[in-house]
């Protein structure tokens, strides 16, 4: 496989018997210049003095989105220690212990995916300064919302009196920021890769939640060299006054070759995660020692603040992506749209009261929502969410107000595989115990839509980003929509992904 720099095709090309949509008829599609400009059904095409290619009776479908990606984190995933099969926080220790074993002396040992909520001991530098005590050693958790350190890892990160060495929320997030990384020009390489990776995926598009000046590094990516993806860059809060002073909006598209960066959402957080028990509930956690009160979570933003902010932003275009996990903070996320009555998303949506699911449709509110939490995280809801999971990734519930669900990853959290996300979202499992919730399912056509910009089928007019499967994802069984053979990808005319690839 091969990738080219994703500018629109000058000879024209027809699709040749292929399913125009899912479920769809045999069609012949024409494309040039980027575009979808005719449509025949099958064998109707006039000759062209462009190219054709016959897919055989395959399924084209409009190019996929992942709503929600921390790029950079999702590039280095692979070159870390993965902990996230650990039981206790004893086995992931040693697993960091046989890691430094096996790298030079004084090498950091970094290591991601460790989930403590069920684990039946309390991560501490101890731990890992009995295994590690010569060099820094952190883990990042799952959820990106805590990091594990040692000794040598808190004096790096100037938290060397902390007391445990985990560090939550906002100090785990200047710590991460704090460690030494790999050069610009090596973590772009590993960009561009995982962005190959993603278009073998059918994915066209990305929404970027990386937290970093993301407008001026995919800037930097897509002047450098070919980047198969369209990218919508987020703004965090450190940015937002330059991105006004540049007179920025959101959708607004920048001066990259082929168009392909948009300038995104404005991201801010309102609470922590359900793995940390620092997502913001009416009802408190259990308590963490026997006889001491629970904690209720963390609210991040106070809500005056947050309605603040949410008005400058989009007084200024900017439409924000609030970040809210417990029931408590999407309260307070749907209390400040109301109050600013502006356009915008809520990030995750995790567990929602009863009351607050048919707002994000009176408010306009888009929920971006991330199925493979549910899969993964069910047995944390269960623990820390007990008596509330039948609210917990309510997509069903959602859907049935009229909300509009746009799908993502979360990777690293989840990998980023569009067909893992919508199979999560239709059969609420991911191993061989029966679905979680199962009145929470979606159909596969409003998971297909949640994945998609355009929501609907293929039409004349619409910008040529397609991907070409093998099956047809409505009769599809659940591995075969898991594990979906994505035959090619085409991204403004041009193919990112596939055996033409190369003639193009």
Same mark, same amino acid.
């Given at each position: 496989?091969? !990738?080219?720099?994703?500018?629109?095709? !000058?000879?024209?090309?027809?699709?040749?018997?292929?399913?125009?949509?899912?479920?769809?008829?045999?069609?012949?599609?024409?494309?040039?210049?980027?575009? *979808?400009?005719?449509?025949?059904?099958?064998?109707?095409?006039?000759?062209?003095?462009?190219?054709?290619?016959?897919?055989?009776?395959?399924?084209?479908?409009?190019?996929?989105?992942?709503?929600?990606?921390?790029? &950079?984190?999702?590039?280095?995933?692979?070159?870390?220690?993965?902990?996230?099969?650990?039981?206790?926080?004893?086995?992931?220790?040693?697993?960091?212990?046989?890691?430094?074993?096996?790298?030079? $002396?004084?090498?950091?040992?970094?290591?991601?995916?460790?989930?403590?909520?069920?684990?039946?001991?309390?991560?501490?530098?101890?731990?890992?300064d009995a295994l590690v005590p010569d060099r820094p050693a952190l883990l990042i958790s799952m959820d990106l919302h805590c990091a594990w350190l040692?000794?040598?890892?808190?004096?790096?990160?100037?938290?060397?009196?902390?007391?445990?060495?985990?560090?939550?929320?906002?100090?785990?997030?200047?710590?991460?920021?704090?460690?030494?990384?790999?050069?610009?020009?090596?973590?772009?390489?590993?960009?561009?890769?995982?962005?190959?990776?993603?278009?073998?995926?059918?994915?066209?598009?990305?929404?970027?939640?990386?937290?970093?000046?993301?407008?001026?590094d995919w800037t930097r990516r897509m002047n450098d060299a070919p980047v198969p993806l369209r990218v919508a860059a987020s703004i965090w809060s450190?940015?937002?006054?330059?991105?006004?002073?540049?007179?920025?909006?959101?959708?607004?598209?920048?001066?990259?070759?082929?168009?392909?960066?948009?300038?995104?959402?404005?991201?801010?957080? &309102?609470?922590?995660?359900?793995?940390?028990?620092?997502?913001?509930?009416?009802?408190?956690?259990?308590?963490?020692?026997?006889?001491?009160?629970?904690?209720?979570?963390?609210?991040?933003?106070?809500?005056?603040?947050?309605?603040?902010?949410?008005?400058?932003?989009?007084?200024?275009?900017?439409?924000?992506?609030?970040?809210?996990?417990?029931?408590? $903070?999407?309260?307070?996320?749907?209390?400040?749209?109301?109050?600013?009555?502006?356009?915008?998303?809520?990030?995750?949506?995790q567990l929602l009261a009863p009351e607050d699911i048919p707002r994000f449709a009176e408010l306009g509110v888009t929920v971006s929502v991330q199925?493979?939490?549910?899969?993964?995280?069910?047995?944390?809801?269960?623990?820390?969410?007990?008596?509330?999971?039948?609210?917990?990734?309510?997509?069903?519930?959602?859907?049935?107000?009229?909300? &509009?669900?746009?799908?993502?990853?979360?990777?690293?959290?989840?990998?980023?595989?569009?067909?893992?996300?919508?199979?999560?979202?239709? !059969?609420?499992?991911?191993?061989?115990?029966?679905?979680?919730?199962?009145?929470?399912?979606?159909? *596969?056509?409003?998971?297909?839509?949640?994945?998609?910009?355009?929501?609907?089928?293929?039409?004349?007019?619409?910008?040529?980003?397609?991907? *070409?499967?093998?099956?047809?994802?409505?009769? $599809?069984?659940?591995?075969?929509?898991?594990?979906?053979?994505?035959? $090619? !990808?085409?991204?403004?005319?041009?193919?990112?992904?596939?055996?033409?690839?190369?003639?193009?």
């Amino acid at each position: 496989m091969t !990738t080219t720099r994703a500018v629109p095709g !000058t000879r024209p090309l027809t699709l040749r018997r292929v399913h125009l949509g899912a479920g769809g008829p045999l069609s012949d599609v024409r494309i040039e210049s980027g575009r *979808v400009t005719a449509v025949w059904p099958a064998g109707e095409s006039p000759r062209s003095d462009g190219e054709s290619v016959d897919l055989d009776g395959r399924t084209l479908l409009p190019g996929l989105w992942d709503a929600h990606v921390h790029m &950079v984190q999702w590039a280095g995933l692979r070159r870390r220690l993965d902990v996230s099969g650990a039981r206790s926080a004893r086995e992931a220790a040693d697993a960091v212990g046989g890691r430094a074993a096996a790298l030079p $002396a004084g090498e950091p040992v970094i290591g991601h995916g460790f989930r403590d909520g069920l684990w039946p001991d309390a991560p501490h530098k101890d731990l890992l300064d009995a295994l590690v005590p010569d060099r820094p050693a952190l883990l990042i958790s799952m959820d990106l919302h805590c990091a594990w350190l040692n000794s040598a890892g808190l004096a790096l990160v100037e938290r060397g009196d902390h007391p445990t060495g985990l560090l939550r929320e906002d100090e785990c997030m200047r710590a991460m920021r704090q460690l030494p990384t790999a050069s610009v020009e090596l973590t772009d390489v590993w960009v561009r890769d995982a962005c190959a990776e993603a278009a073998a995926r059918g994915v066209t598009g990305i929404v970027d939640f990386e937290f970093a000046d993301n407008i001026a590094d995919w800037t930097r990516r897509m002047n450098d060299a070919p980047v198969p993806l369209r990218v919508a860059a987020s703004i965090w809060s450190p940015h937002l006054e330059a991105a006004i002073g540049r007179g920025l909006r959101t959708g607004q598209t920048l001066d990259t070759p082929g168009g392909l960066l948009e300038v995104g959402p404005f991201k801010l957080l &309102v609470d922590g995660s359900l793995n940390t028990r620092t997502a913001l509930c009416h009802e408190a956690y259990p308590a963490a020692i026997p006889g001491e009160p629970g904690s209720h979570g963390l609210e991040m933003v106070p809500p005056q603040e947050l309605v603040s902010l949410l008005r400058r932003a989009s007084s200024h275009g900017i439409e924000p992506a609030v970040h809210a996990i417990g029931d408590r $903070a999407n309260e307070m996320a749907l209390d400040a749209f109301e109050a600013v009555r502006c356009h915008g998303r809520i990030e995750h949506g995790q567990l929602l009261a009863p009351e607050d699911i048919p707002r994000f449709a009176e408010l306009g509110v888009t929920v971006s929502v991330q199925p493979t939490h549910a899969v993964d995280d069910r047995d944390v809801a269960d623990r820390h969410w007990a008596g509330r999971t039948h609210r917990a990734y309510a997509f069903a519930d959602l859907l049935a107000a009229g909300a &509009v669900l746009e799908l993502g990853s979360d990777a690293p959290v989840a990998p980023l595989d569009p067909w893992l996300t919508m199979a999560s979202a239709v !059969t609420r499992t991911g191993d061989e115990r029966p679905p979680w919730h199962p009145e929470q399912r979606i159909p *596969v056509a409003d998971a297909l839509a949640g994945s998609s910009r355009q929501r609907r089928l293929i039409r004349v007019g619409d910008r040529a980003d397609l991907v *070409v499967t093998d099956t047809d994802p409505l009769t $599809a069984d659940a591995r075969t929509l898991r594990e979906m053979p994505v035959h $090619a !990808t085409m991204l403004a005319g041009t193919w990112t992904h596939g055996p033409d690839t190369a003639r193009r």
